[in-house]
């Protein structure tokens, strides 16, 4: 198979972006850098990361795996309809050679003497040790089903909040303004939509612009970082907690997509080749959607481990 030339804001996106092109993981990928690319100066003289990939080995599809294992085990009828008849000329030869060479008087006794070997060997202490501790051996324990592990704590559900046309205008001007200063600094010309949504209790702030690629750094952690500034600012006076969420070039979108593109990818790899996949590092949102794409899979489970900021998800095959 022929390399192909991928191009992405960072190798990390560009390689991902493969994995779905491809509809593979990236271990079953050979991946070559072409250029790391560049982000600039303030978002000038940028350079996107370029990368050459094809697959390893031809992947079976999970379709096909699918219908392998479901199809149904090959009858043994034909097989035990052989076995009498071969078992019928046995005899018949045996039958044959016994007539053919009458049994000498010395091997008569040798069916005795297996008895007896045989009862020695019953009495054996040996073995008599071996079948009880045999019998004492306690049953191997199953592994823990999902079900019996401990489920975390029912997350308090959030109450409406009637908020007035007073409070949410006092919100959205606080967001602005910090938001503003902060692109101010940054010498970006960015425009700023505000929208609050009342029956979630969200403030939803979505950035429009030249290189936004700026905003939403690697994996997206400086939107995040920027999320959660902004979250502190609005919500420093506030009883009442505000969600904010902020995106841009519908980003978060983009990367739920990517993510359970991801996710039904390594369940195929944990599936073939029936071992754990440890994920990279991932923040508690992007891990939610890790875990919410798998729930209904029927051949893995997902768990996280670690600690912040370290904390990633392993898929692994279901016991």
């Known amino acids: 198979m022929e390399f192909t030339e991928i191009s992405a804001k960072t190798v990390d996106e560009a390689i991902t972006k493969a994995c779905i092109t491809l509809e593979t993981s990236s ?52 097989k ?7 078992a019928e ?29 045989g009862a020695k060997a019953s009495r054996s202490p040996r073995k008599d040790s071996f079948r009880e501790k045999k019998e004492r051996r ?55 939509d505000m929208k609050y949504d009342k029956e979630n209790d969200n403030l939803d702030v979505d950035f429009s612009g030249d290189d936004m690629g700026i905003l939403i750094g690697k994996r997206g952690q400086t939107l995040d970082s920027l999320q959660y500034l902004t979250s502190l600012v609005v919500n420093k006076d506030e009883n009442n907690y505000i969600r904010v969420k902020l995106d841009t070039e519908n980003y978060r979108s983009r990367r739920k997509d990517t993510l359970e593109n991801l996710a039904k990818n390594i369940a195929f790899k ?22 919410s794409a798998l729930q209904g899979n029927k051949y893995v489970e997902t768990y996280s481990e670690g600690n912040e900021p370290y904390r990633h998800v392993v898929v692994a095959l279901k016991k």
């Open 27 to 78: 271990d079953n990928l050979e991946i070559q850098v072409v250029t790391e690319g560049s982000s600039g100066f303030l978002g000038f003289g940028s350079k996107p990361a370029v990368i050459r990939v094809r697959r390893k080995t031809p992947e079976a599809s999970f379709e096909s795996i699918m219908q392998e294992e479901e199809k149904p085990a090959p009858k043994k009828e034909e």
């Open 80 to 86: 035990r309809q052989e076995k009498p008849q071969r």
């Open 89 to 117: 000329k046995l005899q018949q030869e045996e039958k044959a050679e016994k007539i053919e060479k009458p049994e000498r008087p010395e091997k008569a006794d040798k069916p005795e003497k297996k008895q007896e070997m």
């Open 138 to 192: 306690p049953e191997r324990r199953e592994p823990r089903a999902a079900a019996e592990r401990p489920a975390p704590a029912p997350k308090p559900e959030r109450k409406p909040v009637n908020r007035s046309q007073e409070e949410i205008d006092k919100i959205q001007q606080e967001a602005r303004v910090f938001l503003e200063g902060v692109f101010k600094a940054m010498e970006l010309e960015v425009v700023i």
């Open 270 to 291: 944990v599936r073939k080749t029936r071992k754990s996949v440890s994920l990279e590092p991932m923040n508690p949102y992007e891990r939610r959607i890790i875990h």
